[in-house]
């Protein structure tokens, strides 16, 4: 029984603290309705007039103070829902990102003719004019010397070291870095390396006289020791004729943007027959 008194109490406390600004309006408004109706006279009446108006004002201020201060309580508590929300929206658009991402990958592998093993990169080498990744794949997983790496959207590198658990990638940007490659268009050779500059190779070794355009696709070609043929390096975004020499400057823009690379695959079948065959670049995801 005292505990249903002390709800009881507690909750009339919170009652008469919610409305206490409409309860002292109202009893000074009774109050000055029973002096009126009780007595006639003139002083009476212009004292209650008086009354009145007070009771006006004072209410007035009682309810408006405290509701300024509830309603910025409130503006806080929507802020901060606000701020919740927001970091909510980029906590569920990262995951769908990264659902589309991985959706990607496991369609790419499903259909790609060649045998592949999925790498992620544990680590990256800072060292100057180095582009070498750190696999989290190594010999007992299958992984050998010069296997070449590649994602979704083309040629990424190859595996330059080899230990049981994980292997070193030497990426196409690597001042170190050759490999024979061909324009798509019109199978005109020539050696692809990096200049320094952040996703753009160039392609040496075309005379002059051929034709070259930007927009070619350029892809690995039969004449490397250690790279299958046909993996898509990238595409041509500049062509220059006015330099000393036979051979045109001819820069291109890589198929992979190497900066946001997080998974790669290991190209574990080393056999040429399949990546000969017309039309294989085209499993590659071509970026828009």
């Excluded at 009893?27 to 209650?48: D, E």
């Excluded at 019109?186 to 070794?205: C, H, M, Q, S």
């Excluded at 070619?216 to 299958?228: A, K, M, N």
Aim: hydrophobic share 45%; charged share 25%; with cysteine.
């Amino acid at each position: 029984m005292l505990w249903k008194l002390r709800n009881f109490y507690a909750g009339l406390k919170e009652i008469l603290y919610v409305y206490r600004h409409s309860f002292v309006f109202l009893v000074l408004v009774i109050a000055s309705i029973l002096l009126l109706q009780n007595n006639p006279n003139q002083s009476m009446i212009f004292l209650r007039k008086r009354v009145i108006y007070l009771a006006a004002m004072l209410g007035e201020k009682i309810s408006s103070g405290p509701r300024w201060r509830d309603s910025d309580v409130v503006i806080k508590e929507l802020q901060q829902r606000n701020i919740e929300l927001a970091s909510r929206n980029i906590v569920l658009e990262d995951a769908y990102m990264e659902n589309v991402r991985l959706r990607q990958l496991v369609e790419f592998r499903s259909r790609f003719p060649l045998s592949v093993r999925p790498a992620r990169i544990i680590a990256r080498e800072s060292r100057p004019a180095i582009s070498n990744i750190v696999l989290d794949k190594g010999s007992a997983d299958g992984v050998r010397l010069h296997q070449n790496v590649i994602n979704e959207y083309g040629l990424v590198g190859q595996i330059a070291e080899v230990f049981e658990e994980h292997s070193v990638c030497q990426m196409l940007l690597d001042k170190n870095f050759r490999v024979a490659a061909k324009i798509q268009r019109t199978r005109a050779n020539g050696v692809v390396f990096w200049l320094g500059n952040p996703d753009e190779v160039a392609f040496y070794g075309v005379l002059k006289n051929l034709d070259v355009r930007i927009g070619d696709v350029i892809l690995t070609s039969e004449y490397s020791e250690y790279f299958l043929p046909n993996f898509r390096v990238g595409v041509v975004t500049e062509v220059n004729n006015e330099i000393e020499g036979l051979f045109k400057d001819i820069r291109v823009q890589t198929a992979v943007d190497f900066d946001r690379l997080e998974e790669v695959f290991v190209v574990t079948d080393t056999s040429r027959t399949r990546s000969v065959a017309v039309g294989f670049e085209n499993y590659f995801i071509v970026k828009r």
